[in-house]
């Protein structure tokens, strides 16, 4: 199993510019996330999604767009970048039950916003 | 909204002494609470968790302890040692998926 991939490692854009960044994992969790974490900070929660077809808002889900139209996949959009969306972003996934709710997280996206 | 507060922000021990991060959560139906670790340019790596029908998880040299009532758990790391040096997260969550994470802290074991 791969585990938790994201892609791109790294990404600089210009204020403006869109893109999207991707999750992908193996395991046929159910539960998907996006975190940013921001230097010397903690991880907030952009968006979750708890299976193919529904997504749900985090703490900070201004200015990104998520969907999940599979089990495996689950990509993060920025619409129009913005200095302040400059962070680390990591997309983890859930195994739940059985008592726990284990999240695995990917190797995370630094992106820089100009 | 849903909030968890780690204290301190900081923290600096000599090794072999012990480790102790608190957390205090606001949402009374959290039920799930992961410790993470986190190396410099790491992601962060799952290290403990409890859930809330238990009040206390040992693994080795770490445990966790929980108190419902008062809302809060705590991470002991005993016999510490240089390479336990890193960043520790706690969480909570009421839902699969729904992490809501502490500040950090960052964690210093001198040799």
């Known amino acids: 199993n791969a585990g938790v991939t994201q892609t791109p490692k790294f990404q600089v854009l210009k204020t403006g510019q869109s893109m999207t960044l991707q999750c992908a994992q193996d395991?046929?969790?159910?539960?998907m996330s996006w975190y940013r974490q921001d230097p010397g900070m903690g991880l907030r929660l952009i968006h979750y999604s708890v299976g193919a077809g529904i997504t749900d808002q985090g703490e900070v889900p201004n200015g990104y767009n998520v969907s999940r139209s599979t089990t495996e996949d689950f990509p993060l959009r920025l619409l129009s970048a913005a200095p302040s969306q400059t962070s680390v972003y990591f997309c983890?996934?859930?195994?739940?039950?059985?008592?726990?709710?284990?999240?695995?997280f990917g190797p995370g996206t630094r992106l820089t916003v100009l | 909204g849903e909030n968890v507060e780690q204290h301190p922000s900081t923290l600096s021990v000599q090794e072999g002494d012990s480790a102790v991060i608190k957390c205090t959560y606001s949402?009374?139906?959290?039920?799930?609470f992961p410790w993470y670790k986190q190396e410099l340019g790491k992601r962060p790596q799952l290290i403990i968790d409890?859930?809330?029908?238990?009040g206390e998880k040992k693994d080795q040299r770490i445990a966790v302890t929980l108190n419902k009532t008062a809302k809060h758990f705590s991470l002991h790391i005993t016999e510490t040692q240089p390479e336990d040096s890193a960043v520790y997260f706690c969480?909570?969550?009421?839902?699969?998926?729904?992490?809501?994470f502490g500040q950090g802290t960052t964690l210093q074991v001198k040799p």
């Open positions: 949402d009374s139906a959290s039920n799930y």
């Open positions: 983890a996934s859930t195994l739940s039950g059985g008592g726990t709710d284990t999240q695995y």
């Open positions: 969480a909570a969550s009421r839902r699969g998926g729904k992490l809501i």
């Open positions: 395991m046929n969790h159910e539960y």
């Open positions: 409890i859930r809330s029908n238990v």
